[in-house]
């Protein structure tokens, strides 16, 4: 059973993480992305009037999602748990989940935050390419076809750019996500359920860090308890060591399989002890200005948003403007060649 929150900026992967707890966990991926695609697709009203938004980087209103959020909640599969990813954006629909939650006798676990930094989103974003003959997705970064443009797949010449993936559009929806989401980490915070984990890296390595964090929220009071025993156990080992008796080192070794067993008992991989830590990115340690403020001259939390949201737009700037060069340069190269 795990019923948890995954919030993340577009490009943050949040997406490509969820499928992965849904894999291995057999609980569905509600996405309000997927639920409003889907919605499109089949032409139903909503769908319709989510359209008209979508494609212009707007957010849809929040009775379309809702609507669609409390269909998929009551949906048998959704008993045993659920991953809602993108879902939800502002307070008000925090707090509609609230209602509908309680409504339907659940609960929420975990809210996991994928910490991504506004270079790398842009990069993730206006990077991407897809084959329209097979569907296959490059990015011009990170993963660009053998030949510039044409797919290594199917082999058709032209990839292109989703609409909502162009500098204009990405811009606008870090804004809006930077606008609407950051008060949810806040909310989220204050009620205990959050929890902040690197984004960057090996797919793996962030699956592992992600998971590790949800079930310390899910199982806080045994995984401490496992802490502890850890803790007292390597502290003997090192005793054991400094003392140098081989004896001492067997009963620290010993103490040490206790612990871990004790930890398996409790239903903990070992995995989650030793990694409990690592959730939290580097950058998260409080700025110069933030531990300034904290002595009482400036409200931390405000003057933290504001620069987050002025790293942002100088970030979405910086790197429109380095895009701009970098694709007219090749068109011109390319048409130049053709000549
Ligand atoms: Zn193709």
């Keep these: 059973m795990i019923r948890m929150i995954l919030l993340g900026a577009p490009g943050s992967g ?17 996405s309000s992305g997927d639920l409003l695609r889907d919605a499109v697709a089949r032409g139903t009203e909503l769908g319709l009037q989510a359209k008209v938004a979508m494609n212009s980087g707007q957010l849809v209103s929040d009775d379309i999602v809702l609507g669609l959020i ?29 209602r509908m939650l309680e409504g339907i006798k659940q609960r929420l676990d975990a809210v ?9 989103l842009m990069r993730r974003l206006a990077g991407r390419r897809t084959c329209p003959n ?23 010449a032209e990839l292109i750019q989703r609409p909502d993936d162009q500098d204009e559009v990405i811009a606008k929806r870090l804004e809006v996500y930077q606008a609407q989401t950051r008060p949810l980490v806040a909310h989220y915070k204050k009620k205990g359920l959050l929890r902040i984990v690197a984004g960057e890296g090996p797919l793996d390595e962030v699956f592992a860090r992600m998971e590790s964090a949800a079930l310390h929220t899910l199982k806080s009071d045994s995984a401490k308890l496992a802490e502890k025993i850890e803790v007292k156990a390597s502290a003997g080992g090192r005793r054991a060591a400094k003392s140098g008796t ?74 429109a403007t380095a895009v701009r060069k970098k694709f007219s340069k090749a068109t011109k190269t390319k048409a130049g060649k053709k000549k």
């Design 134 to 156: 097979c569907g296959a997705v490059y990015n011009v970064f990170f993963s660009p076809p053998t030949a510039e443009n044409r797919c290594d797949r199917c082999g058709h």
């Design 14 to 30: 949040k997406g490509t993480q969820a499928q992965r707890l849904k894999a291995k966990y057999g609980v569905p991926q509600i």
């Design 112 to 120: 996991v935050l994928l910490d991504v930094r506004p270079e790398t």
């Design 70 to 98: 409390r269909e998929r909640l009551s949906a048998p599969d959704a008993a045993k748990g659920f991953v809602l990813d993108g879902f939800p954006r502002n307070i008000d629909q925090a707090d509609a989940l609230d």
């Design 246 to 319: 081989v004896r001492a080192t067997s009963a620290a070794k010993k103490k040490s399989r206790r612990a871990s067993a004790a930890a398996k008992k409790r239903g903990m991989p070992a995995k989650v002890v030793k990694v409990a830590k690592v959730d939290r990115p580097a950058k998260q340690k409080p700025s110069r200005a933030a531990k300034k403020s904290r002595s009482g001259k400036t409200p931390r939390l405000q003057k933290k948003a504001a620069k987050a949201a002025n790293s942002v737009k100088k970030a979405v700037t910086r790197f």
